[in-house]
Every structure is written in structure tokens, then in C-alpha cells.
Nanobody
Framework: QVQLAESGGGLVQAGGSLRLSCAASGRTSDNYALGWFRQAPGKEREFVTAISWSGRDIRYADSVKGRFTISRDNTKNTMYLQMVGLKSEDTAVYYC????????????????WGRGTQVTVSS
């Protein structure tokens, strides 16, 4: 079992920045890929970005390319999402997830989920 806990969400003005963190605990030695998803009110959960266990392979959704940066520190069992140039359409609950197979990172292939952290961007 792997437990994931997100933090760092909050309220920010459009154009601002936030950094989310996802701390992993439990069987972190299983070398999972990690990813971020988000879900806005009334919408389906969508892929944002993912990173392989080594950190060498990274994928982004087109909507966040150039604005969001994913990273991980395996010595701290923590993944980060640096978000800049935030837009109102980035408002959502952000979830981190762990995957045993990369780059097959989708809502249905996630092995574990965190509980999410709210990001609200005011225009």
C-alpha cells in the first residue's frame, strides 16, 4: 500500500503561482511513477502531468505546457507541481496518483490516489 497526501493548494489571483506537494508513504520502494490530475466542478477528472520514477520521463497535458513543472525528490518521497501563470480555468481539486506502469497514466490505471487539494484562481 502507498499513501499519498497533497498539500499547497489555496486561493491565488490569475497570473499568480502556487507549488503543490505530494508526499508518499508506505511501500515507496516499489518505484511508482507519479502524476497529477485535476477535477473541476461538474467535470471529469483529467490528466495534468506525470513523471517516471527516475524523473527522466515527463508528460504534460497541452493545457499546462510551459506553465506547470513537475518534479520529484525520491530521497524525500515527495513530488512537486510548480504552477505559474495560473488561469481561472486551472481552478480544480488537484489529486496526485501513483502508477506501476509508465507512461500508461490515466484515471483508470492509477494504483493509488491522494485525497486532493483545492486550487482556486480568481480572475
Amino acid at each position: 500500500q502507498v499513501q499519498l497526501a497533497e498539500s499547497g493548494g489555496g486561493l491565488v489571483q490569475a497570473g499568480g503561482s502556487l507549488r503543490l506537494s505530494c508526499a508518499a508513504s508506505g511501500r515507496t520502494s516499489d518505484n511508482y511513477a507519479l502524476g497529477w490530475f485535476r477535477q473541476a466542478p461538474g467535470k471529469e477528472r483529467e490528466f495534468v502531468t506525470a513523471i517516471s520514477w527516475s524523473g527522466r520521463d515527463i508528460r504534460y497535458a497541452d493545457s499546462v505546457k510551459g506553465r506547470f513543472t513537475i518534479s520529484r525528490d525520491n530521497t524525500k518521497n515527495t513530488m512537486y507541481l510548480q504552477m505559474v501563470g495560473l488561469k481561472s480555468e486551472d481552478t480544480a481539486v488537484y489529486y496526485c496518483a501513483a502508477f506501476s506502469r509508465f507512461p500508461t497514466v490515466t484515471v483508470t490505471t492509477a494504483n493509488y490516489w491522494g485525497r486532493g487539494t483545492q486550487v482556486t484562481v480568481s480572475s
